[in-house]
T-cell receptor
Framework: GQQLNQSPQSMFIQEGEDVSMNCTSS?????WLWYKQEPGEGPVLLIA?????ELTSNGRLTAQFGITRKDSFLNISASIPSDVGIYFC??????????FGAGTRLTVKP | ETGVTQTPRHLVMGMTNKKSLKCEQH?????MYWYKQSAKKPLELMFV???????ENNSVPSRFSPECPNSSHLFLHLHTLQPEDSALYLC????????????FGPGTRLTVL
């Protein structure tokens, strides 16, 4: 099906380090979205990608839409304690179905 | 800030209770969604409404009953739930179904005893 495999499941990093996470699928998507969810809150949209190869930044966050349209990655540079949370990828296919990854739980140690 | 609100934020109910979750979006969107979020699992889409019509129902048990009286409001009526239904229930909206980003509410944390 259109499962999204998101990795890693969790990361424990030191403040100041860079972070990279990705999502892959066996299916093609025409939109990739990255969300962040903090405890007790709903997911908040960070970055939206609409074209294969597209590279988009939002502050210290950078995301790319893979050229094969089957993957996307999110990088966070110079992490800070408030980056803690769960990061989700989501992909929308041509039939308008939206699929979500299981999330990457990020812990940042000061 | 997200423009999507949900009430209540927390709900504890017994298996024989009837309760309702409410979602309201202030973004002028035409599509609204209910998702179930369980620990360490991807979001599960439950229902999709477009212009107040239900357009998708992903094999959700009948003990969950959605209602969309207008494009700004969405309800999820709960009846005779099971403990495994305990989860975070998220509402989302988007400009159109299948177009534009989905914006989420804060969720209702449901515990079924």
């Amino acid at each position: 099906g259109q499962q999204l495999n998101q990795s890693p499941q969790s990361m424990f990093i030191q403040e100041g380090e860079d972070v990279s996470m990705n999502c892959t699928s066996s299916s093609i998507f025409n939109t990739w979205l990255w969300y962040k969810q903090e405890p007790g809150e709903g997911p908040v949209l960070l970055i939206a990608l609409y074209k294969a190869g597209e590279l988009t930044s939002n502050g210290r966050l950078t995301a790319q839409f893979g050229i094969t349209r089957k993957d996307s990655f999110l990088n966070i540079s110079a992490s800070i304690p408030s980056d803690v949370g769960i990061y989700f990828c989501a992909g929308r296919s041509n039939n308008n179905d939206m699929r979500f990854g299981a999330g990457t739980r990020l812990t940042v140690k000061p | 800030e997200t423009g999507v609100t949900q009430t209540p934020r927390h709900l504890v109910m017994g298996m024989t209770n009837k309760k309702s979750l409410k979602c309201e979006q202030h973004l002028g969107h035409n599509a609204m969604y209910w998702y179930k979020q369980s620990a360490k699992k991807p979001l599960e889409l439950m229902f999709v409404y477009s212009l107040e019509e239900r357009v998708e129902n992903n094999s959700v048990p009948s003990r969950f009953s959605p209602e969309c009286p207008n494009s700004s409001h969405l309800f999820l009526h709960l009846h005779t739930l099971q403990p495994e239904d305990s989860a975070l229930y998220l509402c989302a909206s988007s400009q159109q179904r299948g177009a534009g980003e989905q914006f989420f509410g804060p969720g209702t944390r449901l515990t079924v005893l």
